[in-house]
């Protein structure tokens, strides 16, 4: 349960600072001993490294690169613990919403740093010496800044002037630092979706990714490659099989398979499937992953559990469409159809107060 800012933190009237340490610290010691304890051989390699920037003060910037199920937000969440276990403070940050919510008191990077939505290699972050967020920065000790490859590079290097501005204001020293002296970690996967220039070919967009940034050539790169989504099983066959797909899926991202008919000009190319990793086909495609993933969704369609724990991934919409209208089907009870609306009731304030407090994703 979170503690009124009063009664935990009195040194600063700023009230960022006091919102960014509204945490029962008890809470988070607990919370930090539990990570801590399942962190894979990887990952604690990692997480040593960046506390070690954090409490010695060395400001290094680092990358930590990992492909889907390597549980990055698993390593964020330990390593945000440690320090606001000791009233340092963390701003954890993400390029997206959704990404954002998931790490422990997140915030979009446009939020925080006050970048600008449309942003070009000139472009300066809304940051003002002398106000409460300049205050907060001065005495930030890390930022985690996960899913950076979805961002243009204009916005870390935006980031990084003002950091520089800011700390350097009260430390001269900072100025000729990266981010003036804060650690900072990036995260990511560069298989995922790139940074969207409109219209742009493949050089555009290769050319505004963090990695052509001058701050990459300050970063410290480590690598994730344990998936653990992949549970291991209690033999030596089932482990095999396991790591055969892990390898297949990281193939596949790098393009490292081969296709079938990729001479052909006038047929698009297709990965070749391994039999293992297929689904028998015995009905017909969709009716057999539901059985597959789903079974006995008709007994167990309301068990949160059971439906937290499974998920089907499809190309397009309408594939999707096709799934839930067949997993519909097969749920007994009457159907009931509920629709949203775009609008929100404006009640006693005004439209601008109102457009203001809820973001657009609202």
Not at 184 to 210: A, M, T, W, Y
Not at 270 to 287: A, G, H, R, S
Request: glycine residues 6%; negative net charge.
């Amino acid at each position: 349960m979170p503690l009124p800012p009063s009664q935990f933190f009195s040194g600063f009237s700023n009230t960022l600072i006091a919102e960014e340490m509204s945490y029962d610290i008890e809470a988070v010691k607990e919370e930090h001993q539990n990570l801590h304890s399942n962190l894979n051989a990887d990952q604690a390699i990692v997480y040593d490294a960046i506390i070690d920037s954090v409490y010695n003060k060395k400001g290094h910037v680092f990358f930590v690169y990992g492909s889907g199920g390597c549980d990055k937000t698993f390593l964020w969440r330990t390593i945000i613990a440690r320090p606001r276990s000791e009233r340092k403070i963390v701003l954890p940050v993400a390029g997206s919403g959704i990404a954002a919510v998931l790490l422990p008191g997140g915030r979009t990077t446009h939020s925080r740093f006050k970048i600008p939505l449309d942003i070009y290699e000139q472009s300066s972050c809304g940051l003002k010496n002398g106000t409460d967020i300049a205050e907060l920065l001065q005495n930030t000790d890390l930022i985690i800044w996960d899913e950076a490859p979805m961002q243009k590079r204009y916005a870390f290097e935006a980031v990084d002037r003002a950091l520089r501005d800011i700390i350097g204001y009260v430390s001269s020293e900072n100025r000729q630092k990266p981010f003036g002296g804060i650690t900072v970690v990036f995260g990511g996967d560069f298989r995922h979706i790139l940074p969207v220039v409109e219209k742009g070919n493949r050089q555009d967009i290769v050319s505004i990714c963090i990695n052509r940034s001058y701050i990459w050539d300050e970063i410290m790169l480590f690598t994730l490659k344990q998936n653990m989504r992949l549970h291991r099983g209690n033999s030596d066959a089932i482990n095999n099989a396991i790591d055969e797909f892990s390898k297949w899926v990281l193939d596949i991202g790098d393009g490292r398979l081969s296709f079938v008919d990729e001479n052909d000009p006038n047929k698009d190319p297709e990965v070749f499937i391994p039999e293992q990793f297929l689904i028998p086909y015995t009905k017909d495609p969709i009716t057999d992953i539901v059985d597959f993933v789903y079974p006995d969704v008709e007994c167990s369609f309301k068990d949160h559990q059971y439906l937290r724990d499974r998920a089907i991934l499809a190309p397009t919409n309408k594939l999707v469409d096709e799934i839930n209208a067949h997993v519909l089907d097969r749920i007994p009870g009457e159907e009931h159809v509920y629709l949203s609306v775009d609008s929100i009731d404006e009640g006693p304030i005004d439209e601008h107060s109102l457009n203001s407090a809820f973001p657009v994703e609202f």
